[in-house]
């Protein structure tokens, strides 16, 4: 019988897990991996240790008995501390299971079915990271919203509320992207957006919105435009600094919701990294939970 094992990817607004009984790894079929459930998100950043005990403790249940192996790709497992409370967190709920907590953007690389290459995601944050032939890793970026995060959905966003105070102050009118903006959370006016990003900080809440803004860029708007530009020359510079380390002519793969579903920014980024070869850079095409799944099933081979 092939060992059950365990993929978790937590992100910073949701949990995604995946349990298989298979054999067949990343490079077969897509979708070849077993149960899927999605919970609130474990991130320890975002939840707390009482929050993440929860989420884990129900993903648990669900699973059931038998988990050989755990692997968690998490966003924000930066520390040795962070990964020992997040592990310790997963033997107590997969007792006997053999247990791994890496950065998420490991996970992708799994995913695309790489040993080596450049990761870069753009989803509620940004970070780029790599490994080379010869095992060597660089990163960039994936700081947190305080301290980084460029070109992620939270900048976006926050580029887009910065536009509104612009318009403000120069007497202008609201242009139809802050008019958008502003119905989208419920604001008078500008100063009143203000004082919303400043009552609710949470990243994923703005992050949400990002959608919005780069829909108005794909329709032309300036303002949303100069936004989107400013965001892939943000993503494309931290991918370039990780392959500048490693190799400029390892594969690059994109993944995170605002890569994967907004095509305009990833071929933006697409050009202004690679414009000798676009074509070196590509989307993840699955979840990367199946990244974390392979390198679960890695842990018992090992």
Not at 77 to 83: G, K, L, Q
Not at 159 to 185: F, Q, S, W
Not at 225 to 235: G, K, N
Request: charged share 20%; net charge negative; hydrophobic share 45%.
């Amino acid at each position: 019988m092939t060992p059950r094992v365990l993929g978790l990817h937590i992100g910073g607004s949701k949990t995604h897990a995946v349990r298989s009984d298979q054999a067949q790894g990343v490079s077969g079929s897509p979708g070849s991996s077993g149960d899927e459930i999605t919970e609130t998100s474990a991130n320890l950043s975002s939840v707390g240790h009482q929050g993440a005990d929860a989420v884990l403790r129900r993903i648990a249940a669900s699973v059931g008995g038998g988990v050989k192996a755990v692997c968690a790709g998490a966003a924000g497992a930066d520390t040795p501390a962070s990964r020992a409370v997040l592990s310790a967190l997963l033997m107590e709920h997969f007792p006997g299971a053999k247990v791994e907590v890496v950065h998420d953007t490991r996970i992708v690389l799994a995913a695309a079915g790489l040993d080596a290459g450049a990761v870069l995601v753009a989803g509620t944050g940004s970070v780029a990271w790599g490994r080379n032939a010869e095992g060597r890793e660089a990163r960039s970026g994936g700081y947190g919203y305080l301290l980084g995060d460029e070109g992620s959905g939270y900048s976006v966003v926050r580029d887009a509320v910065r536009e509104a105070l612009r318009e403000y102050y120069a007497g202008l009118e609201p242009g139809i992207l802050v008019r958008a903006l502003m119905e989208a959370t419920s604001s008078a006016d500008a100063l009143q957006l203000m004082d919303f990003f400043y009552a609710k900080p949470e990243p994923d809440h703005w992050a949400s919105l990002a959608p919005l803004v780069l829909e108005f860029a794909a329709e032309g708007d300036p303002a949303a435009v100069r936004i989107q530009a400013e965001a892939a020359h943000s993503l494309a510079t931290l991918a370039r600094q990780v392959l500048g380390e490693l190799g400029l002519d390892l594969p690059l793969v994109m993944a995170g919701g605002l890569l994967v579903n907004q095509s305009q920014l990833a071929g933006a980024v697409a050009r202004k990294v690679s414009l000798e070869d676009p074509s070196s850079v590509r989307i993840l095409t699955q979840a990367p939970v199946h990244g974390a799944v392979e390198l679960a099933r890695q842990l018992i081979q090992d």
